[in-house]
């Protein structure tokens, strides 16, 4: 016989899988012998209280053995002579995409202006220490898109369960651990997520598929408002009467291409602020209520949001145990973002800590559809001139940011080109600026400690959606403008993260194929 309950324990009890029998077997009075295997179905940390516990929902198995059940990959067919299908983008929008196409019968075909996982990795480390931007291989681009290589989290606002949990479990069905399905905030982590990555991709190419690397997108082929194919910067043409757009958020000369073929964008509201480096001890020991969390607690995060003023002031992409990397995508401008590896175990913890930036604000621009990205661009600009025309960031402690005072001395930060000091007053729009020096006060009383010169400011976490929607049918998902076009994903401003751009990649592919169908 089988039970679900859910109940509330200690962590050193969550973590020893006989003292939950024990706990269940004295709490539930299910004789402790009957008690043949504790399946856990979602985990969650309640620190609310000064005692920490752990929320489980358990499935029991009553004299009754437990056989783990293999999460497999669907059944994918040979789709290399089948109809194609372009995907621009390689990231988890176009991965997923393609797989799905796949699934349904089409072949597809992701174009990707980045280079492979491996090969990637040396463009990295030349933007970390050389402070060399590569536009088409850096932290945004190249396989597997932004994710990769800025932390693998996957969780996501989305009340659509079925939808989150298949993509759960595909993730689990190419490498990744179970736990993903178990914990309330899943993570993967930096380490772990670039070998998924790679066999997802061999995974489209196996069945058919193709997988172009180093291949820019320069033109789009439109015949009487319907899509026809792509053109790439080495002069090649590819043809097909369906293609997903799934660039993400960065793709600026995407944004720009639509725009001088008049095909239609629009500017869409964003955020952009700063990001912030605090000791991960301090944060346990905030959110924790203790300076020791021990062995059975996981480095905390937090979350928090605050009104200043009538404008939003909140975390973004908060990374425990983490380290802040370098995502510019050119040359001439800097842009931070964070990640963790798979343990969390660094010595510092980071957050985005952002600004709602309003219609209003980047009317100086003009009405254009690009210009929320041409206020994204001067902030990151002013960063990189301030920070001495490298990737090394401008930066001041916390305290000193709210109290507008130059710090005398910077701090050790996990931000590996460097960091410093500058007055960030000179580099954020001024509204930006007073919204964070008020807003971090007002984390402070919320976060008892938070408020600290120990903490790091880093300027600019800019990156936290697309400034540009690219419209589509609601019904259709195509372009309102442009047949066969889908816009897709972060990119398109229809998707914030690695589960819901996966997400929203199947459901185009979906409607793609459909359409294809429809018309045989």
């Known amino acids: 016989m089988q039970q679900e309950i859910n109940l509330q324990v200690s962590p050193e009890t969550a973590a020893n899988t006989e003292a939950l029998k024990h706990h269940l077997s004295r709490e539930k009075g299910i004789p402790f012998s009957e008690i043949r295997h504790v399946e856990i179905l979602k985990r969650s940390i309640d620190a609310r209280q000064k005692k920490i516990k752990v929320n489980l929902r358990v ?3 009553l004299q009754e053995n437990f056989e783990a059940e293999k999460i497999n990959k669907p059944e994918y067919k040979d789709v290399s002579a089948a109809q194609p299908v372009i995907i621009v983008g390689a990231g988890p929008a176009g991965l997923f995409a393609a797989l799905r196409c796949i699934e349904l019968g089409k072949k597809p075909i992701v174009i990707e202006r980045g280079k492979d996982v491996r090969a990637r990795r040396r463009d990295l480390k030349k933007l970390n220490i050389e402070h060399i931007v590569n536009e088409d291989s850096n932290y945004c681009f190249g396989e597997g898109g932004a994710g990769t290589y800025s932390d693998g989290k996957l969780y996501t606002r989305s009340k659509k369960r079925g939808d989150v949990n298949r993509i759960l479990e595909l993730f689990v069905a190419f490498g990744a651990t179970r736990e993903i399905m178990v914990e309330a905030h899943p993570h993967i982590g930096t380490n772990k997520l670039p070998a998924i990555i790679e066999n997802i991709t061999r995974t489209i190419i196996e069945h058919g598929g193709e997988v172009l690397f180093n291949a820019r997108v320069v033109d789009f082929e439109v015949k009487n408002d319907e899509i026809a194919g792509v053109q790439l910067l080495d002069g090649r043409k590819i043809a097909a009467k369906k293609v997903i757009l799934a660039t993400g958020h960065s793709a600026r000369d995407i944004f720009t291409l639509l725009y001088n073929k008049k095909i239609y964008i629009e500017a869409k509201p964003f955020a952009l602020g700063v990001r912030v480096e605090h000791p991960q001890s301090l944060i346990d020991q905030i959110q924790y209520h203790t300076a020791n969390r021990g062995e059975f607690l996981p480095p905390s995060a937090y979350s928090i949001v605050k009104q200043v003023e009538g404008r939003g002031v909140y975390s973004f992409c908060m990374c425990p145990g983490g380290i802040i990397a370098p995502c510019a995508t050119s040359p001439g401008e800097i842009v931070t973002n964070g990640w963790s590896p798979s343990k969390r175990d660094q010595a510092t913890a980071n957050s985005g800590i952002v600004v709602e930036i309003r219609p209003s604000d980047f009317a100086i621009f003009g009405d254009s559809p690009l210009a929320a990205l041409k206020f994204q ?8 001139l301030a920070g001495g025309k490298t990737q090394t960031a401008p930066a001041q402690r916390l305290v000193d940011f709210s109290k507008g005072k130059t ?8 931000y590996k080109p460097g960091i410093t000091s500058v007055d960030l007053g000179e580099v954020l729009p001024d509204f930006v600026h007073k919204s964070l020096q008020k807003g971090f006060v007002e984390f402070g009383k919320s976060m008892k400690g938070y408020f600290t010169n120990e903490a790091v400011v880093h300027a600019t976490e800019s ?12 019904a259709t998902l195509e372009h309102v403008q442009i ?10 401003g229809y998707a914030g993260g690695i589960v819901s751009a996966a997400v929203d990649g199947e459901k185009c592919a979906e409607k793609a194929v459909l359409a294809i169908n429809n018309k045989q």
Do not use: F, M
């Open 377 to 384: 661009q001067e902030v990151e600009k002013k960063a990189w």
């Open 463 to 474: 990156r936290t959606s697309s400034p540009v929607r690219i419209p589509r049918d609601p």
């Open 483 to 492: 047949k066969g076009l889908y816009p897709c994903g972060e990119g398109a």
């Open 59 to 61: 499935q029991l198995y």
């Open 407 to 414: 710090s005398g001395n910077l701090p050790q930060t996990s």
